[in-house]
């Protein structure tokens, strides 16, 4: 690390403030890719456990697997960390509160945690299994949710802690079903192994967490506000693209009348307009609105049918609010005040 980055690192207890991201599979890729997409710039080499955002920010990326960071973050050992929820519930202490979840949607990493049989049983429901099968076994790499999940539904049950490819346990004789994180269901499939109706015990996503203790203090609050609102300003801008287009108007007056005339024109407050200079003197005059990515082509529809030529659409990168709601709530959870 170059003497110029060092110093601009923002530290907390004589160390930089880290931020925990995934180390391999599916969530450390989607969680680069995230980090890039809100703006942040990556420097990780080969296979370097930690790594350093230079901007907007400037604090430390330590690469670590999921269950460590969970940990980590909860001794204290790292102020915060991307995880999928689903680690966050089964890892956690019943009680306790040292660590604090920021934000619970991040929109990437979604899976489910359900459970699998294999696919030549007749019972495909979670109440054909307690009534024809008896106590069962299960593997599972989430013993406390999969017991909690059972108990509350009345399956009799035998847990089998599982490690690596748990979809081969059945086929191998180690348990009767599964309960393992399912994305698209094609490693069941081809397992030969099925969802079973009412088996799904969470849904999941990656989500930001922090230290309590940590988060009090005075600068790991100022970089977390500061992932907060780039996050959520990035999360909320994959929703809209920005449009421009020309209409020709007697006046500013009426092109805003057509255009509040039709649905989807109205932008996130209102369209910005401004004349157009042009060499003819016909008038005409320029219009930006936001526009949900949704409802794009009627739109453009619309504005073509009241006068509207030249549209370009052009991706927004953020749309920041007037504050963080979810920085206000953050607050209220560790309990400081709101300076």
Known sequence: MNNKLQKSLITYKSHPIRLAIPSKGRMEVETQDFLQTCGFKLTRKDRQYTDYIQRPLSIQLVYQRQVDIV????????EL???GNDLVCEHIPIGENGLVVILDSLNFGTCSLEIAVPDEWIENTLQDIKRNRGKVKVATKFPKLTKNFLEFNGISYELVEGNGSLEVYPELGYCDIIVDLVSTGQTLKDNRLKRVKNGCIMKSEAVLIGNRTALRDMMVLKVTRELIEYFEA???AKKFVSVFVNMRGQSKENVIKSIFS???LKGLQGPTISPVYTQSGEKMYAIHIIVEKSNLKQAINNLRSIGGSGVVVIPTLYIFEEESLRYKELIKKIG????
Request: glycine share 20%.
């Open 336 to 339: 400081i005040d709101n300076d």
């Open 234 to 236: 990035s999360l909320r």
């Open 81 to 83: 960390g991307i995880v």
């Open 262 to 264: 039709k649905k989807g």
């Open 71 to 78: 940990r980590g973050v909860l001794n204290g050992t790292l």
